[in-house]
């Protein structure tokens, strides 16, 4: 049943939750929602995405630039690195938990707040696209495991090997000695997170990953977790996150930076602070990374890491192109 119908046609009541913006008063400074109209740069189409996806933000832009919307230019842009078995940390090919299955996580938010997300699913290679059914399908946010597979097959999906050849090698290799272990950059940074506005001004969002090489069976990270890995306000801006996903999901990352931004402060002083206040719970830790990246409503853009290494990927009416991000260390 649709969200709308289940809604309306609900015989249990109604429970109405009133969010209040956060209102910040400062003589120097403005709140990105009181801006005026003469201070408001030209909404321009753009299309984001944490590392150096060049496939996937080039998707993205196939879809806006012919004025497509951004939710439906960040599902596709996000689908191309699910659906690419040389990316060992998203999709179909990527690493297998500690008992050899891929399990994959994924969510997806749109410019009204609506979203979806999947933890746990195997077999599908497509986990945003079930994420986003479950947005506008059900009423619900999160499905896990064999009910999230099942799911995803009554809504027309294929079930599907993940593990390829490579994979599976690498998971006997790793067998013999069975050492869990972070790597702290790119070679096991998990997760593809993608954001975009469109030329209306909206703005969607979409995360997803196969999560840690090798993790406990059942682990999941920040990537699905609506405000930890992903966060989209139409007001304000976005923001995603990549890297170990328990810390992202103490401080709620995601969200912190969009709270940040709507304080005033810009995408890319939103991400050092997000940063910094992980650094804070974790004094004299090294061995680990995380990147920020973030997106405001006026199409600027900032991302920020834990250790040199992290980059994004960038396209819009400029050019196209990867922008290196400075680091906490």
């Known amino acids: ?12 009541g109604t429970a109405a939750l009133v969010a209040t913006p956060l209102m910040v008063s400062c003589k120097n400074e403005k709140t990105t929602a009181s801006l005026s109209e003469s201070d408001q740069v030209p909404i321009k189409p753009i299309a984001v995405c944490t590392w150096n996806f060049q496939n996937a933000t080039a998707k993205a832009w196939d879809v806006l630039k012919i004025g497509g919307s951004a939710l439906d230019a960040v599902e596709q842009g996000v689908m191309v690195e699910e659906a690419d078995v040389t990316n060992e940390t998203v999709g179909k090919g990527g690493r297998p938990d ?38 506008e399908e059900t009423p619900h946010i999160i499905l896990a495991g064999k009910g999230a597979e099942k799911f995803a097959y009554e809504q027309g999906f294929k079930k599907e090997d993940l593990l390829t050849e490579s994979t599976r ?43 840690m090489a090798y993790k406990v069976a059942g682990r999941v990270g920040d990537s699905p977790i609506i405000g930890a890995g992903l966060y989209v306000d139409n007001e304000v801006g ?29 995408p890319q002083e939103a991400c050092e602070e997000g940063v910094r206040r992980i650094m804070k719970k974790n004094e004299g830790r090294e061995d680990f990374q995380i990147g920020f990246l973030a997106i405001n409503k006026q199409g600027e853009t900032g991302g920020y890491c834990v250790h040199p290494g992290f980059s994004y990927q960038k396209y819009d009416p400029s050019g196209h192109g990867n922008v290196v991000s400075n680091s906490f260390y």
């Open 1 to 12: 049943m649709k969200r709308r119908k289940f809604l309306k046609n609900s015989t249990t």
């Open 98 to 135: 500690r008992d050899g299955h891929v399990t994959l996580d994924a969510c997806i938010m749109d410019k009204d707040g609506n979203c979806g997300a999947v933890v746990y699913l195997k077999n599908i290679t497509h986990p945003v696209s079930v994420a986003r059914k479950v947005m």
């Open 169 to 211: 090698k690498q998971y006997e290799e790793w067998k013999k000695t069975s050492k869990y272990e972070t790597t702290i950059n790119i070679e096991n940074h998990d997760t593809i997170g993608m954001l975009a506005i469109d030329k209306n001004g909206d703005i969607a969002g979409a995360c997803t990953t196969s999560g």
């Open 238 to 266: 976005g923001a995603t996150a990549t890297g170990v996903g328990e810390e992202v999901i103490r401080t709620v990352g995601s969200f912190l930076i969009v709270e940040l931004m709507r304080q005033g402060k810009s």
